[in-house]
């Protein structure tokens, strides 16, 4: 018994992984510092599968990081290293706030998977960042968090037309919206 509750402990403590997954800019330095707190309707471990799953209303907390959404699975590699986390939800969601700003970052969409080792977040269907104002939104949104690079694709859908009438394909493009710079009263920019 005592070698399951330290496998139980092993992959709770390697969630702290999660931290590593800053959003479009750096995390608050402190996030991952603090205890992570995961609550869900219901958990489940499998050894044999090397995966963790909670579901039901499943939040995690971690400092200003919080992760929303109706599921919530972790797998691991068989030494136990997190492979990668992905959580489901309608829509799931995930902000952070980033240090020397009191606005969170923000992404949501029907998926997000956190891979460790290429680190790499990837929302998937229904994507849609919040950045400071930034918006970006599209069907996919890839997030290299080493390299602090973004990559946003489409998809092509097929709407059905009227009954047997033909079918409209319709582009889902990738949108930014990129505030304008606020300015004073003298109509120039401030300085920074």
Aim: charged share 25%; hydrophobic share 35%; glycine share 6%.
């Amino acid at each position: 018994m005592n070698k399951r509750l330290s496998l139980i402990l092993t992959r709770f403590s390697l969630l702290l992984g999660l931290a590593c997954f800053a959003p479009i800019t750096s995390a608050l330095s402190t996030d991952k510092d603090q205890d992570i707190e995961i609550e869900s309707n219901s958990a489940m471990l499998d050894d044999i599968k090397n995966i963790s799953i909670y579901t039901g209303n499943v939040t995690v907390d971690q400092g200003s990081m919080r992760i929303t959404g109706n599921k919530m699975t972790v797998y691991y590699h068989e030494n136990n290293d997190l492979e990668r986390i992905v959580v489901e939800g309608q829509p799931a969601k995930f902000r952070q706030l980033p240090d020397n700003s009191s606005v969170y970052d923000e992404a949501e969409s029907l998926v997000i998977e956190f891979h460790q080792f290429e680190n790499l977040i990837i929302l998937i269907d229904k994507a849609f960042v919040n950045q400071a104002g930034t918006l970006l939104t599209g069907d996919r949104i890839e997030y290299d968090t080493v390299a602090s690079r973004i990559k946003a694709d489409r998809t092509r859908t097929t709407i059905q037309t009227g009954q047997g009438a033909g079918s409209e394909k319709q582009d889902n493009r990738v949108k930014v919206i990129i505030p304008k710079k606020k300015t004073d009263n003298s109509g120039t920019a401030p300085d920074k």
